[in-house]
Structure formats: structure tokens, C-alpha cells
């Protein structure tokens, strides 16, 4: 099959490789008819994630065809259409039970070296380096499933792939950081990033019931997008004006947000001059994994007694944590990749009951084997882009 | 030198108990003259905790284990692959593979990964699939 491969630093290419096959009872095999690039692959094409490999196929957000199934999957049969949600789940352990997914306990065969870097292996995840399992990726014309009776969730109306892929990850991505805010109505909350996972973290907030959302970006035309489709009160464009902290004391009467969403992540462009040149220094060397400005700035801007959701994804280390802040104004700081599976039914019903079209954020659509153009352009923000679907 | 390791698997003692004594379960690097082995129940409702404590090696072996140790495949990263196997195929019923350690967790695998690519039929028979 064709399958698309990280060759090392900025480049990704298209290559013929061996088609999957069931490794274990509990696999499915899924023939791919939508992939997206989630921005977090742009970590791993900037070779910012340490255990790369070549000749790793990326990509952990797809949907298709079951075209195989092993002797433990009763509940899908082939001919199924599902979505698959990017972290591998068992669906048996104690963090499973307790609706934990992307922690799941069982589903890292890497454990040990994740171990090593986090204390404790955090589950697999699909082509999304060998920390995370060393899963070949969805990016491909076929993917294995593990665990196929636990994670892919059938779609049987006749909504388009491009209203429904996205529940493998950016939307309930989006979702979780703002459900992470308890928003009970009336909250302000602030996002920073206006990528597409972003852009889900406002449109979620609304839904949830704040009163006002603030995006923060430094593309105009990610902003526009926020304003006008996911329905962001107000935009902070801090390539016009640096000093984002005190643009929302301003925008909030001097209080800050109620919550302030983390949808940036350890490559994160903003941030005061002198610091964000230490820190692009230090993570060019690998001296710090991570830049920290959205983080920083969170904690900084957050009304004091407030939450910091971070969905933005981190790898390492940061330096100079606001520990001051962060500890005198009584902040809860909360974190995770997704629990996709908790997400997946209350979600789709969402967007089947026509609440949201996730496909908003869709800018191109490319065949597979343009996927090295597909992430140039989104590395750069060329052609407006926000999100790049890949037709196989 | 650190010669223990532990693991907690989501099932009752006494299941915990029978399973790892059963004739399908013969741990290599777990066994009955090299360690101790000791069962707990977890707080909380969450199963039972498995303690692994390795006997310390005899002179000779010293050497040797350290520089296993220090490639981070010394006997305890080996009681822990154990573990987690162990664990896997209580609550899963299988032990999870991925493209790039298809035999499942082993710490020699650590630094010889397969690409995250799928395996060539030559390859698959020789990681048990």
C-alpha cells in the first residue's frame, strides 16, 4: 500500500509499504477514505519528538472501511464505516474503566521508555512516534486497528467524511479543553491558538454556555475564522500587539478570563522579545524540548482563582514556569491529550442534531500523495490554511 | 543497585494469585529461585499489586549486570517487561503489539524499534503473530 513516511526533519514522503495485517485477535484492519494533518504532526515533521524513526507512516486521525476483523471483534463486521479515535485504548484497565483513555495502561508497547520521560507510559497512539507505541499511522491507504471492539465508532447516517472525521481527534480535542473549564454559563474563557483545535476549544466553550470567548492568534485569517465560524467574541492578534496579558485584563475589566485554554502547545510563537529568543535558542539546541509562552502567559493572564486547560501538546521541558502565579492566585492547572472515546457519542449527536459542522475548519483536500505538499503548507500558514484532509 | 519492581493489574487477589501460578504463565525472568514475589490487595478497589523483588547476583554475575543495567536491559527492566505482560494478558487477553515492537514489550527492543511501518510476511512469523 502507499503510505506516508517521516524521512527525518521537514520531510515526509509517500512510499509504497507492506499492507497491514491483524496481529491480534482484538485487531481490525480499516481501509482509509479520509486522513487529516493535525498540527501535532507538525511536531514530530519539525523533529521536535524525540524516537522518530524513518520510514514511520504518520498520521492518527482517519476514518474508513473495516475490511478485516480478528476472531475477538463481534461488533464490527466488514463493510462497517467508522471513525477512529487516535489514542489505542484497551477498554479493561483501571484507567479505561475510569473513562482515562489516553492513559490507558495496556496499550503502549513502549511502555518502558515512556516511562523514562514521563514517569509513566501514557497509552499508544497512532503514528505519532515510539514514545507513544511506534503505531504505524493513518496517513496510508489501510491502518491496523488495536482493540478495534473498543475504539472505532461506526457511523450508520449519511454524514459526509469531511463532517465526521474530525471526531478522531481535533473536535473532542477542542471539546475536552473546554469541558476542562467547568463552564457553567456566563464565563469568560480565552483561547490561545486558533488552529484547529482552537477553533473547537471556542466553538465548544459556547456551546458549554460561556458568555464570552476570546481567540488569540497572530493569522488574521485564523481569526476571522474564530470571529466568524466558531463563534469567538473577540480576537487578540498579537502580531500586532506582543503583550497579551494585559490586552485581556483590558478586554475582561481588569479581571482576566475565567479559564484560559492552552491551544498552542510547546511550539508556540508569541511571547515577550528577549524570552522567546532564549527559548527558540534553547529548543534549537535541544536544550529545552519546549517553548513556553501560551503556557506562561495562561497562567499569567488567568483570573486569579482560575482554570489553565492545556490540550496544546507539550513534549518536555519548559523553563522559567511562572510557579509564583500559578501558586498565589490559587490556579488549578488541568491537562490531557483527549479521552477521545468518552467524546465520540455526545459528540457525533451533536453534529448530527446539526449544533455543529465540524468541517468548518477544512481548508484542503488533497490525494495522499501530496501529502508533503499538504505539510509545507500547513507548516507555513500558506493559502490561508487550517486543516489539510488526505484522500487516499 | 534497585532489584524491585511492581505492577498493579485490575483484578481480585485471589484471581491475580491463581492466574500467575497457572502452568500458561512461566515468567523467564521472574521465577520462582531468583525472586520474591508478593501479592497485595490495591486501595481503593483498584485489583491487586504485584511485588517483584530479584535476588541479588552472586559475584561473578556482578559485572555483567551492571552493564546491562546501564543499556537499560538489566534484570529489573526485564521483570518489568514480565510484569507488563503479565498484566496485559490478565486484563486484555493479549499482549499489545505495534509495527515497531511486534512481539510486544521487550527491553531489547528498546533501541532496535522497526520503523512504524507494517511488517513483511517474512517478519511475521517471527514475532508470533
Not at chain 1, 481490525?28 to 486522513?35: G, L, P, Y
Not at chain 1, 501538546?313 to 468518552?342: E, T, W
Not at chain 1, 465540524?358 to 493559502?383: R, W
Not at chain 2, 508478593?38 to 481503593?44: I, L, R, S
Request: aromatic residues 6%; negative net charge; contains cysteine.
Amino acid at each position: 500500500m502507499r503510505a506516508n513516511v517521516w524521512s527525518g526533519r521537514n520531510t515526509v514522503q509517500v512510499e509504497e509499504v507492506p499492507d497491514p495485517q491483524i496481529l491480534n485477535d482484538r485487531d481490525a484492519i480499516v481501509k482509509i477514505t479520509s486522513t487529516a494533518i493535525c498540527g501535532s504532526d507538525l511536531h514530530l515533521y519539525d523533529g521536535y519528538v524525540p524516537t522518530m524513526k524513518r520510514g514511520d507512516i504518520l498520521g492518527h486521525e482517519f476514518m474508513g472501511e473495516v475490511v478485516d476483523t480478528g476472531r475477538g471483534v463481534e461488533n464490527l463486521a466488514v463493510g462497517d464505516r467508522v471513525v477512529v479515535p487516535f489514542p489505542i485504548a484497551c477498554g479493561n484497565c483501571w484507567s479505561c474503566r475510569h473513562e482515562l483513555y489516553s492513559v490507558c495502561e495496556n496499550s503502549n508497547p513502549n511502555a518502558g521508555m515512556a516511562e523514562k520521560m514521563f514517569g509513566h507510559s501514557t497509552a499508544g497512539i497512532f503514528g505519532y512516534s515510539h514514545l507513544t507505541g511506534g503505531y504505524a499511522g493513518g496517513q496510508a491507504e489501510y491502518a491496523r486497528v488495536p482493540y478495534a471492539d473498543v475504539g472505532p465508532f461506526k457511523i450508520e447516517d449519511d454524514l459526509s467524511d469531511e463532517q465526521v472525521l474530525l471526531l478522531s481527534d481535533v473536535f473532542p480535542t477542542g471539546f475536552f479543553g473546554a469541558d476542562l473549564c467547568d463552564i457553567r454559563g456566563g464565563e469568560v474563557i480565552a483561547v490561545f491558538g486558533a488552529g484547529p483545535v482552537g477553533q473547537f476549544a471556542i466553538a465548544s466553550a459556547v456551546m458549554l454556555g460561556a458568555e464570552r470567548v476570546i481567540a488569540i492568534d497572530q493569522y488574521d485569517y485564523r481569526l476571522q475564522m474564530a470571529l466568524k465560524k466558531a463563534g469567538a467574541t473577540d480576537a487578540i492578534d498579537f502580531s500586532r500587539d506582543p503583550d497579551v496579558v494585559e490586552q485581556l485584563k483590558e478586554l475582561t475589566g481588569g479581571r482576566g478570563p475565567d479559564a484560559v485554554i492552552d491551544a498552542a502547545g510547546m511550539e508556540a510563537t508569541h511571547g515577550h522579545g528577549a524570552l522567546h529568543a532564549v527559548d527558540r535558542v534553547k529548543q534549537a539546541t535541544r536544550m529545552e524540548s519546549d517553548r513556553g509562552h501560551a503556557l506562561r502567559d495562561a497562567i499569567l493572564a488567568c483570573r486569579p482563582g482560575g482554570i489553565v486547560s492545556v490540550v496544546g501538546v507539550y513534549g518536555g521541558l519548559i523553563d522559567k514556569f511562572p510557579s509564583g502565579a500559578f501558586m498565589n492566585k490559587g490556579l488549578q492547572l488541568r491537562a490531557g491529550q483527549c479521552h477521545v472515546h468518552k467524546y465520540l457519542r455526545p459528540l457525533y449527536e451533536r453534529i448530527r442534531d446539526g449544533q455543529i459542522d465540524p468541517s468548518f475548519v477544512i481548508t484542503h483536500s488533497l490525494e495522499l500523495g501530496e501529502a508533503p505538499n499538504g505539510y509545507e503548507t500547513f507548516k507555513h500558514k500558506q493559502d490561508e490554511c487550517v486543516k489539510v484532509v488526505l484522500k487516499p | 543497585m534497585n532489584r524491585k519492581a511492581a505492577i498493579t493489574v485490575n483484578r481480585s487477589l485471589d484471581e491475580v494469585q491463581r492466574l500467575w501460578r497457572s502452568s500458561d504463565w512461566s515468567p523467564d525472568h521472574i521465577d520462582d529461585d531468583k525472586a520474591t514475589v508478593t501479592f497485595a490487595v490495591a486501595p481503593g478497589d483498584r485489583g491487586t499489586e504485584i511485588h517483584v523483588e530479584l535476588a541479588s547476583p552472586g559475584p561473578g554475575g556482578k559485572v555483567g549486570e551492571v552493564v546491562e543495567t546501564v543499556v537499560g536491559a538489566g534484570p529489573v527492566a526485564k521483570a518489568k517487561d514480565e510484569l507488563r505482560h503479565f498484566k496485559q494478558l490478565v486484563e486484555t487477553g493479549e499482549i499489545a503489539r505495534s509495527d515497531a515492537a511486534p512481539e510486544g514489550e521487550r527491553v531489547g527492543r528498546k533501541l532496535k524499534q522497526r520503523p512504524a511501518q507494517p511488517l513483511a510476511e517474512h517478519e511475521l512469523e517471527k514475532a508470533g503473530a
